[in-house]
């Protein structure tokens, strides 16, 4: 069967995002699991905003990976894939072998939020149009053919799938009083005793995430001496634009850590 890795997509992407890393990991034996966040993908997607909340993220993923039985696992997260799955792995931190983050974080409302951030928040709460596609290819370095853009766009048929990616941003704790901080203040306090690998590899070219990778290498035991690595090259949504470089990250994660 071989080591498995869960491969957590973000905002406001789906499975999709990891189709490149997917046969490159299988290729070197390693399982992938690739499930879709609820509001994103083939999940499902409630057309109440109010349906939506950190916590119940949470729960749904872990609900979900609870069901496969899996273990031990290897993660890579990214974007609010990071949010969701670190907190799997502190519910349960015996069950992850290593970790890698990219692009990611762990907010408790106790750092400003930077103006990038606060302006992709702003405009997802705004704007009169909430381009999928576009918005995603704006966020890499790389262009995106019409095919790619257009798969990116499918499982948002017309705006009332669309209500999940339109309130993520905004459940991003950015308050010491945001209702998540409580719990993610408990992850981070199960994160300081964590001491298998965890690798940061953020991107050299995401002015949302930049500086991320310092929380994870400063406070996880685990990140110590690890091969960090800064992914040249690549923007926010670093799967498309150094898959290859993803791949080789984790590739050498599972065989050190295996």
């Known amino acids: 069967d ?3 890795v869960l491969l957590l997509h973000g905002e406001p992407t ?12 299988a290729e070197e034996g390693i399982r992938s699991l690739v499930p879709d966040q609820v509001g994103f993908g083939r999940s499902d997607k409630p057309a109440d905003r109010g349906d939506y909340s950190y916590q119940r993220h949470v729960d749904w993923m872990q609900g ?9 696992l290897f993660f ?11 907190r799997l792995v502190a519910t349960d931190p015996e069950r992850f072998a290593g970790l890698v983050v990219s692009n990611t974080g762990l907010p408790d409302g106790s750092g400003k939020p ?16 909430f381009p999928i596609g576009r918005i ?12 790619v ?24 704790p950015t308050s010491a009083d945001d209702p998540a901080v409580p719990s993610n203040l408990a992850a981070w306090e199960v994160l300081s005793a964590y001491d298998r690998p965890v690798v940061c590899a953020f991107s050299d ?12 290498r400063s406070r996880v035991p685990g990140a110590a001496g690890q091969p960090h690595t800064t992914v040249e090259g690549a923007g926010h949504f670093v799967q498309e634009d150094q898959p290859g470089e993803l791949v080789r990250i984790l590739v050498d994660l599972v065989g050190r850590a295996s």
């Open 136 to 147: 995603i290819t704006g966020g890499c370095l790389s262009e995106l053919p019409p095919d």
């Open 114 to 129: 930077n103006d990038a951030f606060m302006a992709w928040q702003r405009f997802s709460q705004t704007a009169e149009e």
């Open 2 to 4: 071989g080591p498995t």
């Open 76 to 86: 890579f997260g990214q974007d609010w894939g990071g949010l969701i799955g670190l």
């Open 149 to 172: 853009i257009d798969a990116y766009d499918a499982p948002f048929p017309d705006d009332t799938f669309k209500e999940g990616a339109r309130i993520w941003p905004t459940l991003v």
């Open 205 to 216: 070219q995401d002015p949302v995430s930049r500086g991320g990778d310092r929380a994870f």
């Open 64 to 72: 979900w990976l609870d069901a496969t039985g899996t273990e031990p």
């Open 14 to 25: 789906w499975g999709y995002l990891y189709r490149k890393m997917m046969p490159a990991l």
